[in-house]
């Protein structure tokens, strides 16, 4: 539907992208990956025509339509939140006023036989096919669908969207999008406001979405569960891997020993070269070899590594000594306006040393909890008694706001840390995306985003035994959040965290609090543990309802197909599944015809497999030698090679579908 050809890009004098080129087509559902400033969300905005590139073109099929979410900044006024949602179709909005004009008309005309008359019928007519195609009759079922699994309850449907906050205003954008249904959507950072139950609705949604999807973001549960493939930038130029974000994380693992072998290779290959320019550069009888040499240096391609940070191995300072009792809640219920209940009659213990997430949908009070444990929020009712010495830090998103504007970024840092972190300051800050001379920017220079890292990474190197951080992840990469989770893992103290990111909280918590209805339950384990276990993936089920499928000629295709299913295939499935029963001599003997087909496509598979990794073998050798580089057909062979490895895969996709089938073909004979 889209293709990406050729786009260069450059910022001053700064390389964005190069040639960078890919097609999104079909039902593709691409993850857009890359570092800090590797330009994810620019080229968005590049496919959706807000930036114009210096090079290259976008081009796309004549009915392809785009959905764009921005990373922030969406901010919607003056209507009710089911009204705002509802303006996106201002098409099927436009069809049904004609509609209603048309209706008027027809009520208040008298002479049925009239041309004009008939006219309106026809008009009337043709309109109503529309507005049906377009699921007109279902928009405000598909709006109340849409708002309700976004997290938005039935009594926030007739409020203003002034009175939400920003977290709240991109779920209004969220649903707008998904209501228009646009061929692609481009989706910057999604997941960043929704809790764990609309982030598993949005997930399952967009699965059964019609159209294609290229988004960015730093959840990596969320890739891994929805993507097919992952484009990475790097260096300026693209690389496409097929299959989920864990498969790239695997096959970048080999392609950076490749590119490694490539790079020390091709780098004594030219050292070679200039060596032997230098010293014969001023000889007359060597001086066509040396014009031929430096000729043939002028056309290689080099190859490049991407600088990459060392990991740090950042650890907190040591927990200060406390108490066995971390803190303990009783009777502890709180009212805004003495009217409504957020949280009632609250009863906990925490020890020292546990790690435990506080879960829930948005507006279920976890933020109010952790504010009201450090102190940052009163109390209505009931206590909340520390532990002996304990020392509590607290790390929210307006936390950046008590920043001192006139420190620098490290200086910031400088101030908090003691012992042996103040010797790392560098590697820290680092870690939270602040390098090279982006540690001496003044604090009032930097992006919300940069001052809540560097808040978060403020509050790491101060000494505490109780630490609690409300959606700390929310602005961190993938590298930060490993440095981080890393650190939480070994730090001794009790921590406490806000957070929906489930990857993160898997690997550090085990013990999850849900604040659901004004009260809290327990539930010991992990994250998935207690999506497995609570029942939460109950209530974001689209089976029941699934709008952008319904009356689709997709969905008809899928239904059409899953009827004609092979009788084989449907008894195979059905006598594994049921109690074994005594089979027949006829039926044994038409299941082992059966099995010659099965035996013959594992054979040829096998032999398909053999070929392939021969040829891969033979290319290994040629790569192995320092003089392929020489050879102006090194990158197509490169290119044969990555093919390769890709058809590989396939094969033993096929290869486990077939054993499958023999074995179940076998266990039935059997």
Known sequence: MITVNNITLFFGTRKLFENVSFNIAGKDRIGLVGSNGAGKSTLLKIINKQIEPEEGIITSSKHTTIGYLPQEGVVFKGKTIFDEVLSAAGDIKKIEAEIKEIEDELNSTTDYTSDDYMDLIQNLSELQDIFNNLDGFKLQAKVEKLLKGLGFSKDDFHRLTDEFSGGWQMRIAIAKLLLINPSILLLDEPTNHLDIESLLWFEDYLKNYNGAILLISHDKNFLDNLTNKIVEISLGRVTLYTGNYQYYLNQKEERKILIENQFNNQQKYLKQQEKFIERFRYKASKAKAVQSRIKQLEKIDIVEIEDEENSVDFKFPPATHS??????????????????????????????????????????????????????????????????????????????????????????????????????????????LFRGDDVFKLVKVLSGGEKSRLALAKMLVEPSNLLILDEPTNHLDMKSKEVLMNALKSYEGTVLVVSHDRQFLDGIVDKVIEVKNKRIKIYYGNCSEYITNSGVLNNVSLSSYNPDNLNSLELKKDQNKNKQETKNEKRLGKAVNEAPKQMSYNEKKNLKKELIPVRKNISDIEKELKNYETKMKKIEELLASPDFYKSDESKKVLNEYDQLKKDVEVCYKKWDIENEKLLKIETLIN
């Open 323 to 432: 108490g066995k009792v971390s803190l303990e809640i009783e009777n502890l219920s709180k009212t805004y306006d003495g009217k409504r209940f957020v949280l009632e009659d609250l009863e906990l213990i925490i020890t020292r040393g546990e790690k435990i997430a506080f879960v829930g949908v948005n507006g279920a009070g976890k933020s109010t909890l952790v504010k009201m444990i450090s102190g940052l929020e009163p109390i209505t009712k009931g206590s909340i008694k520390l532990g002996y010495q304990v020392q509590i830090k607290f790390y929210s998103q307006n936390q950046a706001d008590e920043l001192d504007g006139n420190k620098t970024v490290l200086e910031t840092l400088e101030a908090s840390s003691t012992g042996e972190t103040s010797k790392n300051l560098r590697s820290i800050l680092g870690s939270f």
